[in-house]
């Protein structure tokens, strides 16, 4: 019967890996909260845009209510 090959890993690092892996979670990280502000911006000026119609739109009916 054969026996297995024998595996040296008297010279296995991970550090460089880890410190790959670091870096990319680091970029991922940045571009997830990136996208987040740009989509609260856009949520927080929708709200404003929405808000500012519907005052108009009150206004709107309210001089129409007081001519007739």
């Not at 550090?15 to 989509?39: C, F, L, M, W």
């Not at 739109?57 to 309210?62: G, N, S």
């Amino acid at each position: 019967m054969a026996l297995p090959p024998s595996v040296d890993l008297t010279n296995f690092d991970l550090a460089p890996a880890a410190r790959a892996a670091r870096g990319i979670a680091s970029t991922v990280t940045g571009a997830a909260t990136g996208a987040a502000k740009e989509a609260t911006y856009t949520a927080v000026g929708l709200g404003v845009l929405t808000y500012q119609r519907l005052q108009v739109r009150r206004r709107e009916l309210e001089r129409a209510r007081r001519r007739g």
